[in-house]
């Protein structure tokens, strides 16, 4: 039997070791997430997890970060209002070409993670 997917839970990104008051900082900080508990056990491994929307958003901490293609990217109320508080705040944004039915871009976080911003279009 198929697995029967029922919604996404978490996404992970990792950011350097020791690097996490700088993460914090952008994601709480500047982003506006919310801090969630991290299981007792995983705590060692570093990184903290963020609740974003529905879902999760789990800071994670490796040796090597590459530089990658992957990304989450998550629909924001208006993107355009977003954009200008994102550039007030020195986040890096780069303009995408829209996708049917959204204008979208992304901004980097201070470890060069993408994370991709879609606004519904009327």
Not at 11 to 38: H, R, S, W
Not at 43 to 65: P, R
Not at 96 to 116: A, H, T, V
Request: with cysteine; aromatic share 10%.
């Amino acid at each position: 039997m198929k697995p029967d997917f029922k919604r996404l839970d978490h996404i992970q990104i990792c950011i350097p070791k020791g690097k996490e008051d700088v993460a914090k900082n952008f994601y709480i900080g500047t982003l506006g997430l919310k801090e969630i508990p991290k299981p007792e056990y995983l705590k060692a491994n570093g990184g903290f997890w963020l609740e974003i929307a529905d879902i999760q958003l789990h800071i994670g901490v490796e040796q090597v970060i590459h530089q990658s293609k992957r990304h989450p990217a998550f629909e924001v109320g208006n993107l355009e209002k977003a954009k200008v508080y994102l550039k007030k705040n020195d986040v890096k944004i780069k303009e995408d070409r829209p996708l049917p039915g959204y204008n979208r871009c992304s901004i980097f976080d201070p470890f060069g993670n993408r994370i991709e911003l879609l606004g519904k279009l009327p």
